[in-house]
């Protein structure tokens, strides 16, 4: 026993792996695989590491300038961060919750709570009357006694909606949340994959309001499978939205916290982490692989490959080496966000609660954060009156309204928005500092069609021996996705590794 495991031991220290792709599922496949003794080298094109979970100095403050927080389902990412140190630091936003902007006659209005989605479990409540009215409240109770024909086939989100409850509680109260969370249409989104149970529910009960109420009392702290709050950036949600329901949690100083503590792990395990250098094409060898790169004169020999890029680059990169899978610029959302640091003591009262969503076509922003009202860290490391927003631009099929915009314009629609969004005076003086980043989002999981897609992606991965693939593009976006994701595809390519003959 005792040769056999020396034996296995040497071997590990035999066998390299390279990561390709140093964001959260990169760095996380990377720790996996140094568990066993791997030599493992991560290559990240870019000179940062985490990906859209990023911080930057903006006011004199370290900041999250991309995933702000994390889904607290499962106990996934509270589970790494206990593992990695970092239990002490994790904390809870403010439970003000949302608005919702934009909202015809009415202005802007606190977003219900309860509910799925944004459909209400009773339209005539007075936090869902006061945003779809009297006519939207009666048009959804129709819903009620409506026969049951073909209850329970609904797949798109919209239609299901639209149909049932009627287009005042489809567009200011659906629209904004898959706007804001999802960077996606009502239209565009599968109700099985996002609100699980939702259609069982409507055939059991009769009613989607029922059906709501149903699942909102089995589940009290239910989520949708792939709604990953405001841990992926604003539409990641890299800032995504103020997302309603669904619990989520942060870390004092932010989520980079998380990058950096990867990091030295990383480094203490003996895991060569090299920026600035890109994966340019992989070639079969006779026992494994051998990574071409942007920088090295000679390939990189490995004896297993895991890719964990955007999901362009990764098809780009495996399509030559994997039968069926094909190479083309996904769909994806283009989201720009933009971190004001302003001197506005008005904002002191939080008058919109922690953010604002927007009903698609009423502000060229789509989602506010008003990060210092939610986090109590932000808060703290302002000066009085000094506060932090996060405004997001984009979604899927719209081009950011600040893209053709430079720096210090784009700044100043983002502060004009956020004027707007939050219903104060903004001046153009009391902005005291602005960042702005650029994300290319994965599309949600939740999307018709998406898992087939992904599914068979996957599998075309995984017939090729000593290959795996990770990544939000396969997991679903958000911490609480990528995380397990991860590690189970290097433990999966660990093992081939190891086990080879």
Same mark, same amino acid.
């Given at each position: 026993?005792?040769?056999? %495991? +020396? ?72 589970? %790494? ?12 936003? $403010? ?8 909202? /015809?006659?009415?202005?802007?209005? #606190? ?8 459909? @209400? +479990? $009773?339209?005539?409540? @007075? ?7 009297? #006519? ?5 109770? %129709? ?13 798109? &989100? ?12 489809? +567009? ?26 939702? $259609? ?28 990953? !709050?405001?841990?992926? @950036?604003?539409? =990641? ?20 916290? &998380? ?40 390939? &990189? ?8 890029? @955007?999901?362009? /680059? ?5 399509? /030559? ?10 769909? !994806? ?9 302003? $001197?506005? /003591?008005?904002? +002191?009262?939080? #008058? *919109?609660?922690?953010?604002?969503? =927007? ?71 009391? %902005?005291?500092?602005?960042? *702005? ?16 897609? =992904? ?40 093992? !081939? ?5």
């Amino acid at each position: 026993m005792s040769e056999s %495991l +020396d034996r296995l031991v040497r071997q590990a220290h035999d066998t390299h792996v390279v990561v390709i792709g140093g964001g959260v599922a990169g760095l996380v496949a990377a720790r996996e695989c140094a568990k066993v003794g791997l030599r493992v080298t991560v290559l990240e094109a870019t000179d940062v590491l985490g990906g859209v979970v990023r911080s930057a100095e903006v006011g004199g403050m370290t900041l999250d300038v991309g995933a702000e927080s994390f889904a607290t389902r499962g106990g996934i990412v509270r589970g %790494l961060l206990d593992e990695l140190g970092l239990a002490g630091e994790v904390v809870s936003p $403010n439970p003000a919750g949302a608005w919702v902007a934009g909202v /015809p006659g009415v202005g802007a209005a #606190p977003l219900p709570k309860g509910g799925v989605l944004g459909i @209400p +479990d $009773n339209p005539f409540a @007075p936090d869902v009357r006061r945003v779809i009215g009297w #006519p939207g409240a009666w048009r959804a109770y %129709l819903d009620r006694l409506r026969p049951p024909l073909t209850i329970g086939h609904t797949h798109s &989100l919209g239609k299901l909606v639209g149909s049932r409850l009627g287009a005042r509680v489809l +567009d200011r109260l659906v629209a904004p949340v898959t706007s804001g969370v999802y960077s996606a249409r009502p239209d565009d989104i599968d109700v099985d994959l996002a609100a699980p149970g939702l $259609n069982a529910a409507l055939t059991r009960v009769g009613s989607l309001t029922g059906a709501v109420a149903e699942l909102r009392a089995s589940r009290p702290a239910a989520r949708p499978a792939d709604a990953p !709050a405001s841990d992926v @950036p604003v539409a =990641t949600g890299a800032g995504k939205a103020p997302a309603p329901g669904g619990a989520v949690q942060g870390i004092v100083g932010g989520m980079s916290r &998380l990058v950096d503590r990867l990091v030295e792990v990383l480094d203490e395990a003996g895991v060569e982490l090299r920026r600035g250098v890109a994966a340019e094409k992989l070639e079969r060898t006779s026992d494994g692989w051998a990574v071409v790169t942007s920088v090295d004169e000679k390939p &990189l020999a490995a004896r297993a490959v895991l890719v964990a890029l @955007p999901e362009g /680059p990764a098809r780009e990169l495996l399509a /030559p080496v994997v039968t069926g899978l094909e190479i083309g610029d996904p769909v !994806a959302p283009v989201v720009e966000v933009v971190t004001l640091v302003v $001197n506005a /003591p008005v904002l +002191d009262a939080a #008058p *919109r609660g922690t953010g604002v969503l =927007t009903v698609p076509g009423s502000h060229v922003a789509k989602a506010m954060t008003h990060s210092s009202a939610k986090w109590d860290w932000v808060r703290d490391a302002a000066e009085p009156g000094v506060h932090v927003v996060r405004v997001s631009f984009g979604a899927q099929g719209e081009e950011p309204a600040t893209a053709a915009l430079d720096d210090a314009s784009a700044a100043d629609l983002a502060r004009t928005e956020a004027a707007a969004m939050l219903g104060v005076e903004l001046p153009a003086s009391a %902005l005291i500092d602005s960042h *702005r980043v650029r994300y290319v989002q994965s599309q949600p999981a939740a999307t018709i069609g998406r898992a087939a897609a =992904t599914s068979a992606a996957r599998a075309a991965v995984r017939a090729v021996d000593g290959l795996g693939v990770t990544g939000a593009w396969v997991s679903g976006t958000g911490l609480a996705q990528v995380i397990p994701d991860a590690r189970d595809e290097a433990d999966r390519v660990r093992s !081939a590794a190891l086990w080879r003959t």
